[in-house]
């Protein structure tokens, strides 16, 4: 399993799985929280350093967790960020930021680790969205985008991978 964790949720889904007998790999930016983590978790856990802000970085993040693992069964896209507030007040910058980690990240983990779990015709991408996903809040705008923008991917890409393996 593969899980954005060196914080919150994601560190928490990686404890449940290691605690489930899976062995892990740690994705994330923060290096020095990413080796402090493989050190409390033990020999189960891998780490790869990938800035998610960067496109770039992610090219490297599939060849170097199969370098670890040999495979990838689960992939979580789990990293995201908050910015409240009224489009109004709001700052463009801060959005971008969070767009780019909320959306764009997401689209291109799984841009990365989908051709490999179809070669082997098995594995499962979970990502963490938000209720925000689902229902409109209406004094976070850009967040609440930024969540239907992943929910409308998932549910695609899930509708299109089982019309690709009924085929």
């Known amino acids: 399993m593969s899980s954005s964790a060196a914080s919150g949720i994601g560190l928490a889904c990686a404890r449940r799985a290691l605690a489930a007998g899976a062995t892990v790999v740690l994705v994330d930016r923060a290096e020095d929280r990413l080796a402090e983590f493989r050190a409390e978790l033990g020999g189960k856990v ?18 170097q967790i199969l370098e670890r693992t040999g495979r990838l069964d689960v992939f979580h896209a789990n990293a995201g960020s908050y910015v409240a507030g009224d489009v109004v007040e709001g700052d463009p910058d801060a959005w971008d930021r969070m767009l780019t980690l ?66």
């Open 46 to 63: 891998h780490a790869v350093v990938v800035d998610l802000l960067d496109p770039k970085s992610v090219e490297p993040m599939l060849p």
């Open 102 to 167: 909320n959306v764009n990240a997401v689209f291109r983990t799984v841009h990365a680790v989908l051709p490999h779990m179809a070669e082997r015709g098995t594995g499962d991408i979970v990502v963490t969205s938000s209720v925000a996903g689902h229902v409109p809040v209406m004094v976070e705008p850009i967040y609440t985008a930024s969540k239907h923008a992943v929910q409308a991917f998932v549910h695609t890409v899930r509708r299109r991978s089982r019309r690709a393996a009924s085929a």
